[in-house]
């Protein structure tokens, strides 16, 4: 019980609330190092950022979640490991992307498994847009890698269709990765779904 509660209070450090969500925020004020950082959007439990972070301590991390639910979860992971280089934040990813994670600071953007929303009339919900991409492109460092999972086989036709939109954005192979498994993955190759795997370098255009 007392554990429980040990880790509760630290977890709700986990969690950083910005100031002004209008703003970039300052990294400096979320990790005690600079270190290069990687971003999981829509990270929901926290599994694969926690994974990460507790295997790469030379890293940073930042998970972004809507569900309030999910960023508490995310927070108890990171705090019972005591892992000071992973960080939540509860916020739109979208609007994270765009207005909150400064210019050129991400050296490896996450999105796994976004909703799929398949009903052709709920597409406009999905999060992965030539747009969306866009800021994501602002926010990695030259060279920066977004990686794109989804088991939905038509979410992927789109994704691979906004890339295309973004000539910033390069589709590259999928080697040297060594990742964990996030939850919905696990669910999913537990299920034996296939796996959709799109990373996109960041190219800088030419002087
Ligand atoms: C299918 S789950 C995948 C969770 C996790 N990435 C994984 O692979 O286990 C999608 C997650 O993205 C979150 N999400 C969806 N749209 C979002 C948005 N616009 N802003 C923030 N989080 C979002 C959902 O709340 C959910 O936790």
Redesign the pocket.
Known sequence: MRRSKIVTSEAALVEYLPGDVTEPIDLRQLFPAAAPLEV?L????G??IAALAASHPERNYLG????VG?VRTACRKIAAQRLSNARVIR????HAAACLIPPASVEVCHV????PWPKRRHHVRR?VTPEFLRAINRILVAGGLLRLTTDDAPYFEGMQAAAAAVPELVPVGNENASLPR????ERFVGSGLPIHRLVLRNVPPPR
């Open positions: 999981d829509g990270c929901g439990d599994s694969f972004i979640e809507r569900l999910r916020m739109d990813i979208a796994m498994f976004p909703d999060t996030s939850t919905f993955e």
